[in-house]
């Protein structure tokens, strides 16, 4: 198993200093498994989930680390994790085989996936989200195929879509939402706090090697889109949220 170069960026240019402490780190959605191979042979003691791509062919070596299944508090048994990242994977939780055609009670289990993080994190452990926002208007990854509008652009723009914030079918998520229910889920049994954080170092298109004048442009736009003043609006495609648990 060959980690993507994309994975291995956002890795280690997001979380790889934050966990090297870490006593025990779970990855959720790691497909082939090839992160946690990676983290492992980095000398960290990680685990991993997906719930659909792992085949056990691929993952002989450290088949014990990684299960099969969707994110819960029964997962790994009694183990805790002081670090749990999810990178893009929230937007396909409560999705029609985790793809982008949401189910009836998609909202339901999103809140699930974050409340199964949170039971299993350490007390002062921490939960790194990421996802796109749905008010921005171009989706860089996922076809929005659910409108036709969306369908026509994925004719053309391949892996490429148009993410219309007022459909009721468009399976992203914005800053309200996701604000909505973690709000909804903070109580004395479920003890913690969240913040939004500045993602204009996260790893995009723009962090290539060979930087070009686009590289650039696309970088300026993430620093500016990350200002206070628009990080919540329509102006900023990435969201990220750090969960902090607190007992």
Do not use: W
């Amino acid at each position: 198993m060959i980690i993507t170069p994309k994975n291995k960026n956002r890795i280690d240019s997001s979380i790889l200093k934050k966990i090297k402490r870490c006593s025990r780190v779970l990855a959720c959605g790691v497909g082939d498994g090839s992160e946690v191979q990676y983290l492992r042979l980095k000398k960290i003691n990680a685990y991993g989930i997906d719930p659909s791509r792992i085949k056990k062919n691929q993952i002989k070596k450290i088949e014990k680390y990684i299960q099969r299944t969707e994110m819960s508090s029964k997962i790994f048994g009694k183990l805790k994790f002081d670090f749990i990242y999810a990178f893009e994977v929230i937007e396909h939780v409560g999705c029609k085989e985790f793809g982008t055609f949401i189910k009836k009670d998609f909202l339901k289990q999103r809140k699930f996936f974050l409340k199964a993080c949170i039971k299993k994190l350490n007390k002062n452990g921490s939960a790194f989200i990421t996802t796109l926002n749905k008010n921005f208007l171009i989706d860089i990854g996922h076809r929005h195929r659910y409108h036709l509008p969306g369908r026509i652009f994925s004719f053309f723009f391949k892996n490429i879509g148009l993410s219309l914030p007022f459909m009721k079918n468009n399976f992203l998520m914005n800053y309200q939402d996701i604000r909505i229910i973690l709000n909804s889920m903070n109580s004395k049994e479920l003890n913690f706090k969240y913040k939004f954080l500045d993602m204009s170092n996260y790893p995009s298109v723009a962090r290539k090697k060979n930087h070009n004048i686009f590289s650039y442009l696309i970088n300026i736009y993430l620093k500016i889109a990350n200002k206070k003043i628009f990080r919540e609006t329509f102006f900023n495609p990435l969201i990220g949220i750090e969960i902090k648990k607190k007992n």
